[in-house]
């Protein structure tokens, strides 16, 4: 049975599977924009990506996984002008953060992760072409506008109503969009180069249109074209991102290559909410995973946390909820323990997923298995594994064999570790690490971090008591 997954652009829940003659199912997702902490509503997203990559890995296909890095833009560049650095040094700080807070989430390291920055000329290539093809012009200052009416099937991810269609001020989560204030044909048509502006900086590159730097929409299409050719099998990224980023990515795709069918399947998840509202910076509710270890949570109970609830809805983010990750993880692993002494297996043997993966056999799993299948019912899955947890009777060593395998294998496509060490009473790893590397920047008389790393503390809920020969780390 082939995983089924809903598709944004049909509407239907459609099979995932290799097209003939190909051996690679390619899968995009739209990656962080790198100006601050990811906060764990953007891992949601991610680690919902992750476990369909797993899940379609699990069921025998080969997935090429590409996640990109939006490295500029104009978040980024006032990011790096507010913290007096390059904009390269600034973005590279906070994608170090971006990709430690992977590891710890056991997020698979997609096989492409192309920045924007990277990909300059394929996206003044791209944007040649849709000029070339008549669906972009050039405006008078140098910027370059796609030319919405030059689409013919222009907003159909969205089934937008294009008599409606008067401007991209707004995402598909009503917020508003950065504004392309410059001068347009049409207040629907969007930049894809923008001319340079005294407030860019350094930030400019050189175009036939002259110096600029590129609109964010051009460099999903771009990228995607550069490691996943015209067409691929899935592209994902949060709800908010339908409308307009990836109606836009689709325009521009189809149009400069003149191949339909950008994306064979189209992923949208629903966000992780606090109280009601959306988990954004803007809001001010946010939490990173860093907060949440200071709290002596780990990254393991997060990710059993963001998997709690079923992609399509949204899932209202407690603290409650995180405790409650603990015990229940607890449980499978007290469960796992009774049925690897009855199977004659270690430890050791349930954690190399690689043992297992040969293992034909799912036994009590398989309708966990089932459940994860069909749309990806993560909450569903999890739900079937305590059923089979909570079953009495006896298990012969048969039985046991089978079914840890089904349950090492279910896990290892939810992400989801057992027996991992639980964090030491006292200072968290990531507080300590985040006071040495403060106290290394005030050595090196880099005040600048210094009082950057400060705050990073005094936002995870500690503070740093400074000794002539060292400092101390306090819980606010
Ligand atoms: P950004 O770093 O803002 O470009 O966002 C990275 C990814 O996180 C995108 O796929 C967004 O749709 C997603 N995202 C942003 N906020 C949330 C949220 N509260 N819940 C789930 N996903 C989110
Ligand atoms: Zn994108």
Redesign the pocket.
């Known amino acids: 049975m082939p995983v089924i997954l809903h598709d944004t652009l049909s509407r239907e829940k459609r099979p995932l599977l290799l097209k003939p003659g190909r051996e690679v199912f390619g899968m995009y997702?739209?990656?962080?924009?790198?100006?601050g902490p990811?906060?764990?509503?953007?891992?949601?997203?991610?680690t919902l990506q992750d476990v369909l990559r797993r899940t379609l890995e699990v069921a025998g296909l080969k997935v090429k996984h590409v996640r990109n890095i939006?490295d500029v833009d104009d978040k980024t560049i006032r990011g790096a002008q507010a913290a007096g650095q390059t904009l390269g040094a600034f973005t590279q700080g906070w994608t170090d953060k971006f990709h430690a807070d992977c590891r710890a989430l056991g997020l698979l390291v997609p096989h492409v992760e192309p920045s924007a920055i990277e990909h300059i000329p394929q996206q003044v290539a791209m944007i040649q072409a849709l000029v070339d093809r008549g669906h972009a012009y050039v405006a008078k200052d140098g910027s370059v506008y796609f030319k919405v009416c030059s689409c013919a099937d222009y907003g159909k991810l969205t089934h937008l109503d294009r008599s409606k269609l008067e401007t991209q001020a707004k995402n598909s989560a009503g917020e508003a969009n950065d504004a392309d204030e410059y001068e347009r044909e049409s207040a629907s048509d969007f930049a894809l180069w923008k001319s340079r502006k005294p407030e860019d900086g350094a930030n400019f590159w050189p175009s036939p249109w002259g110096e600029g730097r590129p609109g964010w929409h051009i460099e999903c299409s771009a990228m995607s074209l550069a490691h996943l050719g015209a067409t691929f099998d899935l592209h994902?990224?949060?709800?908010?991102?339908c409308f307009p980023h990836h109606e836009n990515e689709i325009a521009q795709s189809e149009c400069a290559t003149g191949v339909k069918g950008y994306a064979a399947h189209w992923f949208?998840?629903?966000?992780?909410?606090v109280d009601g509202e959306?988990?954004?910076?803007s809001e001010g509710n946010?939490y990173t995973l860093l907060q949440l270890e200071a709290k002596g949570f780990t990254a393991n109970e997060l990710r059993y946390v963001l998997i709690g609830g079923h992609y399509r809805g949204?899932?209202n983010f407690t603290l409650a909820g995180m405790e409650a990750a603990r015990p229940a993880i607890a449980k499978l692993e007290r469960w796992a323990d009774r049925l690897l002494a009855l199977a004659g297996f270690s430890r050791a043997d349930f954690a190399a997923p690689s043992s297992h993966e040969v293992q034909t056999t799912w036994g009590r799993f398989a309708p966990a298995w089932d459940i994860l299948q069909e749309d990806l019912n993560t909450p569903g899955c999890l739900g079937q594994i305590f059923t089979v947890v909570g079953e009495n009777g006896e298990v012969s060593p048969h039985q046991a064999r089978e079914d840890v395998c089904g349950l090492a294998k279910i896990l290892h496509a939810l992400g989801i570790v057992l027996f991992v060490p639980k964090p030491e009473l006292g200072v968290p790893a990531a507080i300590a690490d985040l006071g040495a590397r403060r106290w290394a920047a005030k050595q090196a008389k880099d005040f600048a971090a210094a009082d950057r790393l400060r705050q990073e503390l005094t936002a995870a809920g500690w503070t740093m008591l400074d000794r002539k020969d060292g400092f101390d780390l306090r819980p606010l």
């Open positions: 997702c739209c990656g962080p924009t790198v100006y990811a906060h764990i509503g953007n891992f949601r997203t991610f939006t994902g990224g949060g709800i908010d991102l949208h998840n629903a966000h992780l909410m959306k988990m954004s910076k946010l949204p899932l």
